[in-house]
């Protein structure tokens, strides 16, 4: 990733991910992508996110784009989980920002409005359910995204706790 110019409120450094990459990810299929962010954010958000919040997101369509990778991510509520779908024409809400914002977000280390007013994020679309989006990422009371979260036994823990009975799978 390239440095760009220091983050002075922040004191951190910006990075952009480079234009040759950029040009690479923009040519994979966006399916798989989708596939697995929905993965993810069932794994980790989806059990935090109230009833009413699930309810307000049933059947909604939702797209994450990131700007300086040239990737975009679309998926829909149902029934308290997300599930990834096709890319839509005109989804209801699109979320923009560059992957080293959205990083920022999932770490916690910014919130959805300094992120907003800085205009390093971005919302288009149903104004209602932008709110809701954002107001549901402030109530977290936990980082929602911890590089130790994505180690293989953490995973697998997670993995196992989805599966009716928390019990593994038997072969044979």
Not at 24 to 53: E, F, H, I, K, M
Not at 71 to 99: E, I, K, V
Not at 141 to 149: D, I, N, S
Request: aromatic content about 6%; proline content about 9%.
């Amino acid at each position: 990733m390239n440095t760009s110019t220091p983050n002075a409120a922040a004191g951190d450094r910006r990075f952009t991910v480079p234009p040759p990459l950029a040009g690479l990810l923009t040519r994979l299929p966006p399916y798989p992508g989708s596939l697995l962010l929905v993965t993810g954010l069932n794994l980790v958000l989806a059990r935090q996110l109230p009833a009413d919040v699930g309810a307000h997101l049933n059947g909604r369509r939702i797209r994450i784009q990131v700007r300086d990778a040239g990737l975009r991510f679309d998926f829909r509520g149902q029934d308290g989980q997300f599930r990834a779908c096709a890319p839509q024409q005109s989804p209801d809400l699109t979320l923009s920002a560059n992957a080293h914002d959205f990083l920022r977000l999932a770490r916690r280390l910014d919130d959805p409005d300094t992120l907003f007013f800085n205009r390093r994020l971005s919302m288009e679309g149903d104004t209602e359910l932008g709110l809701v989006v954002k107001n549901a990422l402030d109530a977290l009371e936990l980082p929602v995204f911890e590089p130790a979260q994505w180690a293989p036994s953490a995973v697998f823990a997670r993995l196992q706790a989805l599966r009716p009975g928390g019990s593994p799978r038997r072969h044979g």
